[in-house]
């Protein structure tokens, strides 16, 4: 199994609070991914990293913000949290440094439910 | 419009059965990778398949088997002697080129039910 975790594994949290979700490879893979998984829409890209400080928005980047200041850290950070970033939230690794395309892997997942 | 569809949300069937989960993507590349991933109840999201563009070779894996076909844009996944440890959502996802990099779109899904 890739080394990916995340953390934390369970959040609530209010609306309007700050959340930050962190996201750890011990694999030295170049890219890393955030997706959100929500009933009737598969996952969707939220942010991505390929590489240190680079990185690029996703399909659904409204309303959260990446950092990633080490190779083996992504965080992502909802800035005043609301209701509708209730949902599941997956990090994911590849290596596609060469141009090619390699196997994502995924951590298991944050659940954060915003009240 | 999707880039990946699946139009089965749901599958319903009876241990033993074979089925068959659909998968329809849509590019102008000619360069691309498609991909079949696995999430049990427990919610982690495993890898099952990779095959890029220029191989269209079926693939079978034990009691899976993949049916990629460029003509119809189709890269659709079978299982053979349903078990209810099949019992999962599946996910297509196809990777293009962009900008260099290769993003993945997600499909939305079918959810599979293996009954006993």
């Known amino acids: 199994d890739a080394g990916i975790t995340q953390s934390p594994r369970h959040k609530v949290t209010e609306t309007g609070t700050p959340v930050t979700l962190r996201c750890h490879q011990t694999?030295?893979?170049?890219?890393m991914y955030w997706y959100r998984q929500d009933p009737g829409h598969g996952l969707r890209l939220i942010h991505y990293s390929y590489g240190v400080k680079d990185t690029d928005k996703g399909e659904v980047s409204d309303g959260y913000s990446v950092s990633r200041s080490k190779t083996e850290d992504f965080l992502l950070t909802l800035e005043s949290a609301t209701s509708s970033q209730t949902s599941v939230y997956f990090c994911a690794i590849s290596d596609a440094g060469t141009g090619l395309q390699e196997t994502q892997y995924f951590g298991p997942g944050t659940r954060l439910l915003v009240l | 419009a999707q880039k990946v569809t699946q139009a089965q949300t749901e599958i319903s069937v009876v241990e033993k059965e074979d089925v068959t989960l659909d998968c329809v993507y849509e590019t102008r590349d000619t360069t691309y990778y498609l991909f079949w991933y696995k999430q049990p109840p427990s919610g982690e999201l495993v890898f099952l398949i990779r095959r890029n563009s220029f191989d269209e070779q079926n693939e079978i894996s034990g009691r899976y088997s993949w049916n990629f076909q460029k003509s119809t844009s189709s890269f659709n996944f079978t299982i053979t002697a349903s078990q209810v440890v099949d019992s999962a959502v599946y996910f297509c996802?196809?990777?293009?080129?962009?900008?260099?990099?290769?993003?993945?779109?997600f499909g939305r899904g079918t959810s599979l039910i293996v009954h006993p």
């Open positions: 694999e030295n893979h170049r890219y």
């Open positions: 996802a196809l990777s293009e080129p962009a900008g260099g990099s290769y993003i993945p779109t």
